[in-house]
């Protein structure tokens, strides 16, 4: 996508999700990384001071999100001209939103809409389509998907929908023995989701690390890597 500007056509080249049958999760991560290093090295700041970057898919484009956190103490009105100005002018893609963060004091979320150039979208779309094989489901019953990016994982965390009501325990115990059968990826939670009534909360991790440890290249600082797609 857009974005992908700031680190240059080699990491055009990566996909953005990553699948049981080629794992592309390292891949997905050094994505990750070269916009991290693109937008400290635009805005002239640290790489910790890029906090957590939320990339949801939607069928007509990206929508792309980043933290950015104050060296210290809070931006000042000239540092939030100035950040503005250089997003503005940057080929990130549309800058629709620049605003202080509502639940992180002094961090400054800034949105914008990007074109899909690395087709997100249709890899989530495999991705319900694969789950709802696998499970023996409707495609309609892939709820909300959330991916969270690590250097050697990446984890999908979705929602399975019940027809309608809840889904009983026999069906519980035949969804999760489908799923630790490990055909979309190593199962590591399921549960019956707190959000979403009858719904069941799944959790899935592709790729060889167990580890999601909270420093992944020198200097990176604490922020996440999210990837999101949302049900029809």
């Known amino acids: 996508f857009a974005v992908l500007l700031l680190c240059g056509q080699a990491c055009a080249q990566r996909r953005l999700l990553a699948d049981p049958s080629d794992d592309g999760s390292d891949s997905a991560f050094d994505n990750f990384v070269a916009i991290r290093e693109g937008l400290s090295s635009s805005l002239g ?9 939320v990339i949801s898919a939607y069928s007509d484009g990206l929508e792309f999100v980043f933290q950015l956190l104050p060296e210290s103490g809070n931006f000042t009105d000239s540092d939030v001209t100035r950040i503005r100005s250089t997003l503005e002018n940057s080929d990130i893609g549309t800058l629709t939103d620049l605003s202080y963060d509502d639940d992180a004091p002094g961090v400054i979320d800034a949105t914008f809409s990007t074109s899909d150039d690395l087709d997100a979208y249709d890899d989530f779309q495999e991705f319900r389509q694969n789950a709802a094989s696998v499970l023996g489901i409707n495609l309609d019953q892939v709820g909300d998907i959330t991916g969270t990016v690590y250097p050697d994982s990446m ?3 979705f929602d399975i929908l019940p027809e309608s009501g809840s889904f009983e325990g026999s069906e519980y115990n035949r969804i999760n023995e489908v799923l630790e059968q490990g055909e979309l990826g190593v199962l590591t939670n399921l549960s019956y989701d707190d959000i979403v009534p009858g719904a069941l909360d799944a959790t899935i991790r592709i790729g060889s690390s167990e580890d999601n440890g909270d420093s992944f290249i020198p200097n990176y600082g604490t922020g996440q890597n999210y990837i999101l797609s949302y049900a029809a």
């Not at 700041?45 to 970057?53: A, E, K, M, T």
């Open 45 to 53: 700041f640290n790489l910790d001071q890029i906090g957590d970057i």
């Open 155 to 157: 984890v999908y965390d």
